[in-house]
């Protein structure tokens, strides 16, 4: 239930989730307190439809790491740690997306982590061995995800630049996974030289044009850009702790730059490693095409905090309340973005991805009720249906067939708060 109306209600604020019920309120706050209930058996729950979403698919696995800041005073952290530097503090997420990497359908949450820091780490950074660096969780929500994409066709884990280190290159990949990284640090090579020096030393191999989609620090916009690639030849960096590991890798390089951006803009520079084998330069553009997925990931981050459920408004006290607030509101967020995608019904999941098997019955009533006469007002997704779902939960939150803009957030939420009443006073009565 408290999964239910953070979707339909979109927040995370207790008081507002029971809709005026002292007792429902009570609830929620006794079920957050129960020690029984942990934020790994709650992050377990997020890729249970995950893994059949994903048979025989190529599916992007894409990962990122939130900061969720919480409102504390120097009287009361609320046994929340720092999550960067200055006075902020809070609590970490880490998630990763499986997205269909053929349609770009996302087909939910396959895993992650949410912690709190519990002080400042005295062992600097390069004296920790990988198991008690923060980094490690990029490798164990990887490897998590090898049993629970068991069932794809590929898979590919997609990183930002922080997922870039040498320890991932060498235990991720297998046959069928692959690793996809931006890369941070300008790893040496076993030729001599570095990333970078080698792309330097290859010509330019094409140009296209790239649409980039509007972010907050920047309007959307048409990018020129120039293409090179390289295979390279990895060398394990002297430092590393870990000797284990193989003393090169190899891995191919992709590199977009953008020669002339427009006047007071930033230029595109991208330096991409992989371990997918790069022969062609269709083959270089499809891994900045796949790479552009992790919009995903960053999206919904925007529906978990500013944009959606605000998650950063809860006043809950404890820390480790928090964190499983911020576990079921990952999922909830999860759903929204379901919603979202399937409005347009290019991919065609099922509605079981979001909803009960008794949900699905209330949904099949209201199809019935809110269809019209004529073709157009009449639901044009196959039943069941992912998109099917959401045309129903559009109309029930005043969206109408013949608006020109396909129904937004908002709309969903409204549309979420009624269906919800309704499959309760619906199973109320069988």
Not at 163 to 171: P, T
Not at 226 to 248: I, Y
Not at 327 to 356: H, W
Request: glycine residues 6%; hydrophobic residues 45%.
């Amino acid at each position: 239930m408290l999964l239910e109306r953070m979707v339909s209600c979109a927040t995370v604020c207790l008081r507002r989730l029971a809709q005026g019920s002292w007792s429902a309120q009570m609830r929620f706050w006794r079920f957050l307190a129960n020690e029984r209930v942990s934020v790994d058996k709650l992050i377990a729950a997020w890729s249970e439809q995950t893994g059949l979403a994903a048979a025989g698919r190529h599916v992007l696995a894409i990962q990122d790491t939130s900061e969720i800041k919480f409102a504390t005073t120097a009287e009361a952290r609320r046994g929340l740690g720092r999550i960067k530097k200055g006075k902020a503090y809070g609590v970490l997420l880490h998630a990763m997306m499986g997205v269909d990497a053929d349609s770009g359908a996302v087909l939910g949450l396959v895993g992650g982590q949410v912690w709190n820091r519990p002080g400042e780490v005295d062992t600097p950074h390069a004296k920790r061995r990988l198991a008690d660096k923060e980094s490690m969780r990029w490798i164990a929500t990887a490897e998590a995800a090898k049993e629970t994409l068991a069932a794809a066709r590929l898979v590919t884990v997609i990183d930002d630049r922080e997922g870039d280190f040498y320890a991932h290159w060498a235990l991720t990949p297998t046959d069928t996974v692959h690793l996809l990284t931006r890369l941070m640090h300008d790893h040496a090579l076993l030729a001599g030289g570095t990333v970078r020096t080698a792309l330097a030393d290859q010509p330019v191999v094409d140009t296209a044009e790239l649409e980039l989609r509007e972010r907050a620090d920047r309007p959307p916009r048409t990018a020129h850009l120039e293409l090179r690639f390289a295979a390279v030849q990895l060398k394990r960096p002297k430092n590393t702790l870990e000797k284990d590991l193989p003393k090169s890798l190899p891995v191919h390089a992709v590199e977009v730059v953008e020669p002339h951006p427009p006047k007071g803009s930033e230029p595109v520079h991208w330096i991409l490693l992989t371990t997918h084998r790069i022969d062609s330069v269709a083959e270089a553009w499809q891994i900045v095409a796949w790479y552009r997925q992790r919009w995903h990931i960053e999206q919904f981050f925007r529906t978990l905090k500013r944009r959606g459920l605000q998650i950063e408004d809860s006043q809950l006290a404890s820390a480790d309340r928090l964190c499983k607030l911020v576990a079921i509101a990952a999922k909830a967020a999860a759903i929204v973005m379901q919603l979202l995608q399937a409005r347009d019904g290019r991919d065609r999941q099922p509605a079981s991805l979001a909803f009960t098997p008794h949900e699905i019955t209330a949904l099949a009533v209201l199809n019935q009720r809110l269809q019209g006469k004529i073709a157009r007002q009449k639901n044009p997704h196959p039943e069941a249906s992912l998109s099917w779902a959401a045309w129903v939960i559009a109309k029930l939150g005043g969206w109408h067939e013949y608006e020109a803009k396909p129904p937004g957030p908002i709309t969903f939420h409204n549309g979420l708060a009624f269906f919800r009443a309704f499959a309760a006073g619906l199973a109320a009565n069988l």
